[in-house]
């Protein structure tokens, strides 16, 4: 989960966890404080604007926004896009597959390709990408089965 720090309706900073200090300070907001899309659009937006303009092109983050349905909680969120060149696998039900790692990411940004040949669509507006509607993009090389069958 990532928090990002909001003044004057600006994103100022962003941190993958929060110190005790910070958890005090109401000016860092992590998802559950996310109302609507537009605000997830809103802070993606000025995050990754951010990081293009502190970090190194290495190092930078495109950031998304994210909305999962009514039916969940939280509704909406801003996550970090997958980046080409990092590993990947895909899975279902407790079984997991190294799949090689990204090489192109769609303008878009609907649509992940991977060194083998497969391509993830981004699920709707969630923060989930699958392949063959049925098998999920996870981050890292993991050979696992499900220990149940």
């Known amino acids: 989960m990532l928090y990002f720090r909001i003044i004057n309706d600006k994103v100022t900073a962003i941190a993958p966890e929060l110190t005790d200090g910070q958890h005090q ?3 860092w907001i992590a998802r559950h404080n996310i109302r609507s899309f ?3 659009q809103q802070i993606a937006e000025q995050a990754t604007a951010l990081h293009a303009a502190m970090l190194p092109a290495a190092q930078r983050e495109t950031f998304i926004a994210v909305d999962e ?3 969940r909680w939280p509704q ?3 996550q970090a896009l997958p980046k080409v060149g ?3 696998s895909y899975a279902f039900n407790g079984d997991c597959y190294p799949d090689g790692e990204i090489t192109k990411i769609s ?5 992940i390709y991977t060194s083998t040949g497969h391509r993830f669509y981004r699920w709707r507006l969630s923060g989930s990408w ?4 049925m098998w999920y993009l996870v981050p890292g090389h993991i ?3 499900n220990p149940e069958l």
Not at 130 to 133: A, V
């Open 76 to 78: 909406f969120d801003v």
């Open 130 to 133: 699958l392949y063959d509607r």
């Open 143 to 145: 050979r696992e089965w």
């Open 25 to 27: 300070d109401p000016t």
């Open 86 to 88: 990092d590993k990947v």
């Open 69 to 71: 349905g009514n039916s």
């Open 107 to 111: 303008d878009s940004k609907r649509v």
């Open 38 to 40: 537009e605000q997830a």
